[in-house]
Each structure stands twice: as C-alpha cells, then as structure tokens.
C-alpha cells in the first residue's frame, strides 16, 4: 500500500456535500447519547437524589407535626437494622405466597388466553365472567376462601392469583388475536395447521404483550399478597401480617419498615422482569436500545 493509499484509508468519509461524516463516539463514552456508563453524569443521577432529599425533609417536617401519624426516618432505619432477620424471614413468606399466586394466575389466564382466541365461542362465553370477576373486591370474598381451605397458605395463593389473572389473560389474547391477516395468509398457503400458527406466530406475537402485563403484575402480586395476608386471619407471617400486628399496637416504625421493604420487593422483581424481557425479546422493536 502506497501512503497516498494510506492517507486515504486513514482519512474521513466526505458525504455528498463534500463536508465531512461525524464519527458515532463509542459507546463506552459520555457523549454517546446511549452510553453504558451514561448514568455517572451528574444530569442523570442528580434529579433523584434532589428529589430523595426533598421527599426526606418534608417526611422530617411530617413528623414532627404529626407524629401519631408518621415516625422520625432514623426511627424506621432503626427498626430495620435492629430486627433485620425479622423483616427478611417475612418477606420471603410473602415473596413466596407472591409468586405461587402469580403462578397459578399466570398458567390459568394465558392457557384460558390461548382457548379464547383460538375458539370464538370460548370467547364469548368466558370473558363477560372474566370481567366481573376482575371488578369484584376479591377482600370480600377472603372469609369465604378461609372456610372453604382453611388457615392455611391457599386462601391467599387464591386471592393474589385471582388478582394478576386479568391483566394476563387481557394482554394475551389481544396479542394472540393481533397477528396481521397478511402473515396468517402466508402461513395458511404453506397449509400450516392452527397449532404450528400459534406455536410459530401467534405465540411470539403476544410475547410483547405479555411481557407488559407481567411488568404490571410481578409488582401487584406482591400487593395481593399483603392483601390476603390482611384479610384471610390465621396468617402466622409475612409484611402483611406484621403490618397489621405493628398497627394494632401502635408501632409505626415497623409499619413503615414493612412497607418500605415491599417497595424494594417490588422494585426487584419489576427489574428482574424488564431484564428477562430484554433477553427474550432482544429482536422486538420495544427493547432495541
């Protein structure tokens, strides 16, 4: 290679206008509009710290006006530290009861999904139940379930299944029904039977949808959970039944305790799924970065 030739190579492609094309910075660069490291820049970190700080001095104010109603923060963080094994032993009772509702939810509403959009008669008769099944106030129902199943762990897997079954089964079947007609002609030319459809495009079609209930769901489950350990007596664990031990005699820091450790709960497992749904669905348009 001659240096002309070297020049060449080394110099910047000119566009059409003559002027010179940028070069992308890398992307383990701050000025890389999507950098890796972007979150080090003070533009990204510094509005929720300002706000954490802000919501800390209004809480500070809170209780000292109003201290029947909200306790000192270095009280709560006292709480915490000192009965950590408290808080740990009954998240893990609710995380438990959170996902085994969940579970049973899930396979109920995308197996009942996959019948409604397969056959519009299914359809027909079972979403009208769906519906006023998800307007009930399933608290109501939770004395019922303690007589049918007793004390134990199934009246509140039943109440937090019953609460993330909706979601699922809406998102589902509108993403099973939502294939394009053209794709399924395509499909049908090749005399593709209807299970290859649902296996091969149906299926990966609703997977953006049910990805977005489970954002919605993974956090609520943690909530049914709280609510059935509230609602269904004999609970012998869990936040929720500590919450409700804590307020019957007037504790406030474990109140807050408890429920400050459910919001990481449910802060944890909504980044777990955004993860597993980037691994899935790293081909989609919604997770392309």
Known sequence: MT?????????????AAGKQSPVEPSRFSLKHP?????W????????????????????????????????????VGSSLSDEFGYYVHNAFVTLGEATAGL????????????????????????????VVLNVTPLVAIAPALVVAF????????IITGLICFFPILINTATGLRSVPQQVLQVYR????????????????NALPYLFAALRIV????IIGAVVAEMSASGSMGGLGTAISVASSMNQLPVVYASILVLAVMGVLLLLAVTLVERRVLHWHDSVQE
């Open 103 to 130: 579970g049973m939810g899930f396979v109920g509403a995308f197996v009942l999904a996959v019948l409604t959009s397969e056959l519009p008669l299914v359809r027909r008769a079972v979403m009208p139940i769906a």
């Open 40 to 75: 080090i820049r003070p533009a990204v970190w510094l509005p929720l710290v300002v706000t954490l700080v802000l919501l800390a001095g209004l809480w500070h104010w809170g209780a000292e006006q109003l201290p029947y109603l909200l306790p000192p923060l270095s009280d």
């Open 150 to 157: 007793g004390f134990g762990p199934m009246p509140k897997l």
């Open 3 to 15: 240096v002309a030739d070297e020049r060449t190579t080394d110099a910047p492609v000119a566009g």
């Open 218 to 221: 993974f956090p609520l489950s």
């Open 189 to 204: 030319t090749m005399d593709a039977s209807r299970v290859e459809l649902l296996w091969h495009v149906r299926v990966p």
């Open 34 to 38: 999507r950098s890796r490291i972007a």
